[in-house]
């Protein structure tokens, strides 16, 4: 079960990775207002009709962020049970889960 955790991590790792550069490209094109100021609806539907660039961009940005948030809160949960007897891994899980949906 250990293999698992040491993968699901490098595909957390590698995916944090790909939300940094997402959100570096959404904010370099100026895609943020891409969908609008219908949060988390874009442009007032789930699936839009018409496809822009930035719209494009900020609907990627969003999905990957969406994937990788569950694989990290997975990997938390799955961290916590397995080698929770270690006092770090709860501090660290707890903080990871936080720190994703709260960005502090």
């Known amino acids: 079960m250990i293999k698992y955790l040491k993968i699901l991590s490098v595909i957390a790792t590698i995916g944090m990775l790909l939300i940094l550069l997402g959100g570096a490209l959404v904010t370099k094109?100026?895609?943020?207002?891409?969908?609008?100021?219908?949060?988390?609806?874009?442009?007032g539907e789930v699936v839009p009709s018409t496809f822009t660039f930035e719209m494009v961009?900020?609907?990627s940005h969003r999905a990957?962020?969406?994937?990788?948030g569950i694989v990290v809160v997975a990997l938390a949960v799955l961290s916590w049970v397995k080698i929770g007897n270690v006092r770090?891994?709860?501090?660290?899980?707890f903080c990871s889960?936080?720190?994703?949906?709260?960005r502090l």
């Open 29 to 43: 094109t100026g895609s943020q207002d891409g969908c609008g100021e219908s949060w988390p609806l874009c442009e």
């Open 57 to 59: 961009i900020e609907l």
């Open 64 to 68: 990957v962020t969406g994937i990788v």
């Open 88 to 93: 770090e891994v709860k501090f660290l899980s």
């Open 97 to 102: 889960v936080f720190l994703f949906f709260f």
